[in-house]
T-cell receptor, first 113, second 111 residues
Framework: NAGVTQTPKFQVLKTGQSMTLQCAQDMNHEYMSWYRQDPGMGLRLIHYSVGAGITDQGEVPNGYNVSRSTTEDFPLRLLSAAPSQTSVYFC????????????FGPGTRLTVL | DAKTTQPTSMDCAEGRAANLPCNHSTISGNEYVYWYRQIHSQGPQYIIHGLKNNETNEMASLIITEDRKSSTLILPHATLRDTAVYYCIVRVAGTASKLTFGTGTRLQVTL
């Protein structure tokens, strides 16, 4: 199993550009989520999904969209990038009851100029 | 979910036990205590979780006080590779896993 994979590992955008961060898991987990981590801070939840076709907002959802068309994939879209979105983005997945263990991807380091 | 309080940083000599405390005085009866760690800038890694009984796995032990208002994560023989930020998280079981990360404890293991 590859676990949770994220692409790209690094990305530089200009203000106003859009892009999609990819996240995939091969563990058949129902639950997937996106976090961002700013320097010196803990992770903050952006969006999450409890299954295909179901998504919900987390703590900091503004400026981001998600969709969950399959169990495996959970892409995160930045609609119009802003410098405040410069951060490290982590995707996570969890399965079983009651979601005892979550697996995190290696992260995507995004810089918005 | 209940809020947790952890020391900002701790040091531990290699080979010694590392005891990381966490206060969660407002924990509810159906909330579990989880521990994750983040090594350098990698994604967080699950360590252990518990409800009210002490728990042990191949990585660590979790001691929860009888009133459940605090807990201690124990790394029995810390190594340099255990240097990381350790997060104590309290979460209601059976819900969508909204892990609320604080700033954690930065554990530095030294020779």
């Amino acid at each position: 199993n590859a676990g949770v994979t994220q692409t790209p590992k690094f990305q530089v955008l200009k203000t106003g550009q859009s892009m999609t961060l990819q996240c995939a898991q091969d563990m058949n987990h129902e639950y997937m989520s996106w976090y961002r981590q700013d320097p010196g801070m803990g992770l903050r939840l952006i969006h999450y999904s409890v299954g295909a076709g179901i998504t919900d907002q987390g703590e900091v959802p503004n400026g981001y969209n998600v969709s969950r068309s399959t169990t495996e994939d959970f892409p995160l879209r930045l609609l119009s990038a802003a410098p405040s979105q410069t951060s490290v983005y982590f995707c996570a997945s969890g399965g079983g009851r009651p979601y005892n263990e979550q697996f995190f991807g290696p992260g995507t380091r995004l810089t918005v100029l | 979910d209940a809020k947790t309080t952890q020391p900002t940083s701790m040091d531990c000599a290699e080979g010694r036990a590392a005891n990381l405390p966490c206060n969660h005085s407002t924990i509810s009866g159906n909330e579990y205590v989880y521990w994750y760690r983040q090594i350098h800038s990698q994604g967080p890694q699950y360590i252990i979780h518990g409800l009210k009984n002490n728990e042990t796995n191949e990585m660590a032990s979790l001691i929860i006080t009888e009133d459940r208002k605090s807990s201690t994560l124990i790394l029995p023989h810390a190594t340099l590779r255990d240097t990381a930020v350790y997060y104590c998280i309290v979460r209601v079981a059976g819900t969508a896993s909204k892990l609320t990360f604080g700033t954690g404890t930065r554990l530095q293991v030294t020779l």
